[in-house]
């Protein structure tokens, strides 16, 4: 991950602007600048992935034109034959260098044709013009901002911004800012037609899409890791990548050190692949401690995202800590396009439809923040297979009461999709989903409970909730952790629409906690 941070008001104290860039030392350790364009201030720092030299580090020029990019582009070696083919000359071998030849050439309309997950911003010196966009499902932050006298400021955090900006909001998913206003050009979530594909088809196209997402995903010029953690979604992650490649990639896991679920079966993963395993553990006074620097990092108050963050985090800096990983492997997004849990309730196929939509949607303030935080604030970079364009836009399309849990097995079609390919044991391809804060061990989130219990009497709780009138606490550890995110972020809890909870208006989904343990559908998800 990389830091970018952008103010368009020439008056702006650089010292504050030094002072938001600082903040972002640790998403890009390897080098940072500042710049002026159209005089005003534009800052990055780098971590270096694709082309580790200096001719690497941004901003990019071109005839006066600059951009900064935090991101992948998946297609950019496409696109620097054709604009070589117009007589561009290329300076490095970054990805990220074919955007001002690539706007030159197009205009707006490239961030539509981007494959990538980016957060970038451009000045276009032709028309003195601040432009900004971000990929459409939002995996790489960015968020945005107005100084004292009105002016647009970019960020890759909310905290990059508030030396030097207000009213800061989450930069649109699928949006690009034209200099003016937001224009949406992307909306993934929403199906353009019902893909009605044989199931032989539909195997096929998820098989292939996937490995496709997996593959375009491994090229870095810097050392790549794995997160396993034994459930579905990153055990074939971690499979298709290690059929790719004659050495064993290295894999990574954490659990509690009292009641690890999934640790054992990402030992089984990784001895059935051939990977080179990792195991770290965590007790209940290494949660407790996280927990005020996992709620900075992540910049929300949300119930589930804190929970999972916890253990993703620690894992994360112990590999950071540990080894020379710089990219990590997740296996996010698997969820929100074939179900949850709770999605088994789900009354009828619209209705499936339409909580996919909503999780999709909503993406870039729950799992792919959490993932994005715990990894960038550890100095790595994830790559999110899951998130791969083409394979959402198919997944979207499938006819929804296909992908509704009449199988009595959720997730159904992924797992039948790589059945014959027997790239995991059975009882893995095939094993109940637990949510990765239960995984890692229930006593995670019992630790927390209880931690927040004694901090609040049941009088204290009932006052101190009164105070916010949005999004109210229902919990003591929901207060717990509103309380925490308002001493880093004071009245800026508007960055998250809601709690992340099971859509309760369904029937079996009226629960008072996100884990899905509580749900009558669990089962052997937690053994």
């Given at each position: 991950m990389c830091g970018l941070l952008v103010t368009t008001d020439k008056t702006c104290d650089e010292t504050k602007f030094k002072e938001g860039l600082k903040t972002l030392d640790d998403r890009g350790p390897d080098q940072t600048r500042t710049e002026k364009a159209g005089g005003c201030l534009m800052g990055f720092d780098r971590l270096a992935i694709m082309d580790l030299e200096?001719?690497?580090?941004?901003?990019?020029?071109?005839?006066?034109?600059?951009?900064?990019c935090n991101g992948e582009i998946y297609n950019y070696k496409a696109f620097k034959k054709e604009l070589e083919d117009d007589g561009i000359t290329f300076m490095s071998g970054s990805d990220c260098e074919v955007l001002l030849p690539l706007y030159e050439k197009y205009g707006e309309k490239m961030f539509a044709m981007l494959d990538a997950e980016y957060a970038c911003v451009l000045y276009d010196a032709r028309k003195d013009l601040w432009l900004a966009g971000r990929d459409p499902i939002g995996i790489r932050p960015l968020f945005y901002g107005y100084s004292g006298s009105g002016k647009i400021c970019f960020g890759s955090t909310a905290a990059s911004l508030m030396p030097i900006a207000r009213d800061i909001k989450p930069f649109p998913p699928g949006c690009y800012y034209d200099g003016h206003k937001f224009v949406r050009y992307s909306e993934i979530y929403k199906a353009d037609h019902v893909c009605m594909d044989s199931h032989a088809d539909i195997d096929k196209n998820i098989h292939d899409l996937l490995y496709k997402g997996v593959l375009k995903r491994m090229a870095a010029d810097a050392p790549v890791g794995y997160l396993l953690s034994g459930g579905l979604d990153s055990s074939l992650v971690c499979a298709i990548a290690q059929r790719q490649t004659d050495k064993p990639i290295r894999t990574f896991s954490i659990g509690m050190k009292t009641d690890a679920i999934d640790l054992k079966y990402a030992r089984e993963v990784a001895e059935f692949i051939g990977s080179d395993h990792h195991e770290y553990y965590m007790t209940k006074e290494d949660v407790l401690n996280a927990l005020p620097e996992v709620i900075r990092i992540l910049g929300t108050w949300d119930i589930t995202t804190i929970r999972a963050s916890i253990g993703m985090y620690l894992l994360c800096k112990a590999i950071h800590e540990t080894t020379d990983v710089k990219v990590l492997f997740t296996g996010e997004i698997s969820d929100e396009l074939f179900g949850y849990k709770y999605t088994d309730f789900a009354p009828d196929a619209e209705s499936f439809q339409k909580e996919a939509e909503k999780r999709i949607r909503e993406l870039y303030m729950y799992d792919v923040l959490r993932a994005d935080r715990c990894i960038s604030s550890n100095s790595m970079e994830g790559r999110v297979p899951f998130g791969d364009l083409a394979f959402v836009k198919y997944v979207m399309d499938i006819d929804p009461a296909r992908?509704?849990?009449?199988?009595?097995?959720?997730?159904?079609?992924?797992?039948?999709?790589?059945?014959?390919d027997h790239l995991l044991p059975e009882d893995i391809l095939y094993r109940d989903k637990a949510a990765f804060s239960d995984a890692v061990g229930h006593s995670l989130a019992d630790d927390l409970k209880e931690y927040a219990e004694s901090v609040y009497t049941d009088e204290d709780f009932e006052e101190k909730r009164k105070k916010y009138t949005t999004n109210a606490p229902f919990t003591k550890e929901s207060l717990l952790y509103r309380e925490i995110f308002e001493k880093y972020y004071p009245g800026m809890d508007d960055m998250i629409v809601s709690y992340w909870m099971p859509n309760r208006t369904w029937p079996g989904c009226n629960v008072n906690d996100p884990s899905a343990r509580y749900l009558s559908n669990y089962g052997k998800s937690g053994v």
């Open positions: 200096p001719r690497g580090m941004q901003p990019f020029e071109k005839d006066g034109s600059k951009v900064v992908k509704m849990n009449t199988y009595n097995m959720g997730k159904y079609l992924l797992r039948h999709a790589f059945a014959e």
